[in-house]
Nanobody, 117 residues
Framework: QVQLVESGGGLVQPGGSLRLSCAASGFTFSSYDMSWYRQAPGKERELVAAITSIGGSTNYADSVKGRFTISRDNAKNTVYLQMNSLKTEDTAVYYC??????????WGQGTQVTVAS
């Protein structure tokens, strides 16, 4: 079965850094695009970053561009989200997604990121 397990969340001060990891199993990882989404209480889930199957192309939400970096290691079946210069507005549950709406469309359980003093 498809499984995505996020890790690396926690409490960090504004301006700090955090790296999230998503370990994938149960499918051919290298064949699918991967994405990170986040959802804050009372808000819609939003796309944070995405990366193509071989890592050749990335895209980011305007709010995180220049601060976050998505990457993947297909040999380890893992996708990462490096988050720098964190702001309080980045506080949310971060979810890893495999594939697209039309292909696979699998989600992890999420990891909490809290940016606060």
């Amino acid at each position: 079965q498809v499984q995505l397990v996020e890790s690396g969340g926690g409490l960090v001060q504004p301006g700090g850094s955090l790296r999230l990891s998503c370990a994938a199993s149960g499918f051919t990882f290298s064949s699918y695009d991967m994405s990170w989404y986040r959802q804050a209480p009372g808000k819609e889930r939003e796309l944070v970053a995405a990366i193509t199957s071989i890592g050749g192309s990335t895209n980011y939400a305007d709010s995180v561009k220049g601060r976050f970096t998505i990457s993947r290691d297909n040999a380890k079946n893992t996708v990462y989200l490096q988050m720098n210069s964190l702001k309080t507005e980045d506080t949310a549950v971060y979810y890893c997604k495999a594939g697209s709406r039309w292909y696979l469309n699998s989600w992890g359980q999420g990891t909490q990121v809290t940016v606060a003093s």
